[in-house]
């Protein structure tokens, strides 16, 4: 989350006009060293050091939820990094600033926030090892202007990262034991499934008809390039394999979990390398069954986070961010998955 293409398409952004006034400091506090991962907590202190109050989202990639993103950029003295094994997230700022006020958090101006982040519960170290480590923060936040809900990001300064000791003991933590049974619903009402069977319906046919779509072409047509940039027979081909993957596979085998998720402005999520289970938030149940960031599209969006199907990330959010993407970067865009999942939505259709 720290890639150069997700800084230009934030700043790319319809609303991304960054207040003068909004200005924030973020310092990282820790122990000095520890003895397990388990014992690895930090806190995120935000202080709000402009003129006026901001209200932020809580965006689950960023430091305000304590929800196991990858909100951290974490190296050790040799370069080694921990592996990320946390949770991936469908999340549209635009949305989430009209949803609740539980998906804010106001400073007041001169005033601070501390969050603590369990860093054992998105990180594995067993490969990177004991060692001296660098953990530096996500430094990007979104402000919503009360008046108008329109969403801007502020850049927070880092005024101190932290420096520790990982020393021996565990270096991870146990991950639960993906479920392999078929289609079944956790925690889900009688019409929380009906409505899942029909996201379910209009995803297999997103991506059915995605992957029939990119067999037919050999070149860069429009709907191609809006979503993943100029036309490259490699690239092309990644693309395919992963609706291959997702198509093949279908949705009807998945587990659908209605009960876990607490996160406010969110659509869903999934722990990657945990194949077969969607954990669905509040926003999937308001949005549409199809069209722009509907349900079955997020089916699309969750499932290709699973490594077994592509191993996307998150690196912008958004139909302009993930346009702008394939231009700047497409290498980069064939990996995000908020552009699989609008290129397979194609709304409006593109040729």
């Not at 369990?118 to 067993?126: G, I, K, P, R, V």
């Not at 999520?269 to 997020?298: A, H, K, M, N």
Request: hydrophobic content about 30%.
């Amino acid at each position: 989350m720290f890639s150069s293409a997700l800084r230009s398409s934030l700043v790319a952004l319809a609303a991304s006009a960054i207040s003068a006034s909004a200005e924030l400091t973020l310092k990282v506090s820790g122990p000095e060293s520890v003895t397990g991962v388990d014992n690895l907590k930090v806190t995120a202190t935000l202080t709000n050091t402009g003129s006026e109050a901001l209200q932020l989202l809580n965006d689950p990639r960023s430091l305000l939820t304590k929800v196991p993103t990858n909100s951290f950029r974490i190296s050790s003295s040799t370069g080694a990094s921990p592996s990320f094994n946390g949770i991936k997230v469908k999340y549209v700022p635009s949305v989430a600033a009209k949803s609740s006020s539980a998906s804010f958090t106001t400073i007041e101006a001169g005033k601070s926030v501390d969050i603590t982040h369990d860093l054992s519960s998105a990180y594995n170290f067993t490969l990177s090892g004991p060692d001296d480590y660098q953990i530096n923060p996500a430094t990007i936040f979104y402000a919503v202007d009360p008046s108008t809900l329109e969403v801007s990001t502020v850049k927070a300064t880092v005024g101190t990262s932290l420096k520790t000791k990982l020393a021996g003991g565990t270096l991870s933590i146990a991950r639960r034991t993906p479920k392999t049974k078929r289609a079944s619903f956790d925690g889900c009402s009688a019409d929380q499934q009906s409505t899942i069977e029909e996201a379910v319906d209009a995803a297999n046919t997103y991506a059915n008809n995605a992957l029939s779509y990119l067999q037919g072409i050999s070149d860069g047509t429009e709907r191609y390039t809006t979503w993943f940039g100029e036309f490259d027979s490699s690239r092309y081909n990644t693309v395919t394999d992963h609706f291959n993957n997702i198509a093949t596979q279908g949705y009807d085998d998945y587990t659908y979990d209605c009960s876990t998720c607490d996160l406010e402005g969110t659509y869903a999520y999934v722990y990657p390398d945990e194949f077969g289970t969607i954990y669905l938030c509040d926003v999937f149940w308001q949005t549409t069954t199809t069209g722009t960031d509907s349900r079955g599209g997020t089916l699309i969006h969750e499932s290709t986070h699973f490594t077994r199907n592509a191993g996307t990330d998150d690196h912008v959010y958004g139909q302009s961010g993930a346009q702008d993407l394939a231009q700047s970067d497409p290498d980069t865009a064939i990996d995000n998955a908020d552009s699989h999942e609008y290129f397979a939505e194609n709304n409006p259709a593109l040729d």
